[in-house]
T-cell receptor, first 115, second 113 residues
Framework: GAVVSQHPSRVICKSGTSVKIECRSL??????MFWYRQFPKQSLMLMAT?????????EQGVEKDKFLINHASLTLSTLTVTSAHPEDSSFYIC???????????FGPGTRLLVL | KQEVTQIPAALSVPEGENLVLNCSFT??????LQWFRQDPGKGLTSLLL?????REQTSGRLNASLDKSSGRSTLYIAASQPGDSATYLC????????????FGKGTHLIIQP
């Protein structure tokens, strides 16, 4: 159990376009979902925390108008990178947590390349 | 602000050796600490989770210890195998509830056949 999926696994887009990444908890209801970003040879950095039905909480330095997060249901959260630029190229990983367990289950990640 | 450091950054050893990976964190007031494995271009696989009240956790050939007061954790891998080659990440959860994790940069491990 506790499987988290992400779609797409890899995406290439042109500079200036928007990209949406989906994170789904397949067999449990996630009260909270997290979005992380990992640049090459760097650690995973928390970008934002989202709770179902409420606005996401962004970490310092993360632009909320650029990285739009929607957590519309207990099994789905989406991250939209708006007006993507080459510096947004990174590995984006989501995790999902069920309140009672307080354990985060990670998705397989999405590799974004902005040309 | 919590900071997590992992030493060494990279390690290459012959198959069969026992090895130790180190993790340190600056704020000892943690909720739990977790070790993950990450294969190239892949997501994370949770290996061991140690609650702040615990001293160690074991799973197969893996043993993780936690010394919260000194801000340190170690991951011990016994009888290493080529399949253990991966990047090992240490992550700290500072509070209970819906807190995100603070990760180290990882130790890139290569086990030579």
């Amino acid at each position: 159990g506790a499987v988290v999926s992400q779609h797409p696994s890899r995406v290439i887009c042109k500079s200036g376009t928007s990209v949406k990444i989906e994170c789904r908890s397949l067999d449990f209801q996630a009260t909270t979902m997290f979005w992380y970003r990992q640049f090459p040879k760097q650690s995973l950095m928390l970008m934002a925390t989202s709770n179902e039905g409420s606005k996401a909480t962004y970490e310092q330095g993360v632009e909320k108008d650029k990285f739009l997060i929607n957590h519309a249901s207990l099994t789905l959260s989406t991250l939209t990178v708006t007006s993507a630029h080459p510096e947004d190229s990174s590995f984006y990983i989501c995790s999902a947590m069920y309140r009672a367990q307080e354990t985060q289950y990670f998705g397989p990640g999405t590799r974004l390349l902005v040309l | 602000k919590q900071e997590v450091t992992q030493i060494p950054a990279a390690l290459s050893v012959p198959e069969g050796e026992n090895l130790v990976l180190n993790c340190s964190f600056t704020d000892s007031a943690i909720y739990n600490l977790q070790w993950f494995r990450q294969d190239p271009g892949k997501g994370l696989t949770s290996l061991l989770l140690i609650q702040s009240s615990q001293r160690e956790q074991t799973s197969g050939r893996l043993n993780a210890s936690l010394d919260k007061s000194s801000g340190r954790s170690t991951l011990y891998i016994a009888a290493s195998q080529p399949g253990d080659s991966a990047t090992y990440l240490c992550a700290v959860k500072s509070g209970g509830g819906a807190d995100g994790l603070t990760f180290g940069k990882g130790t890139h491990l290569i086990i030579q056949p």
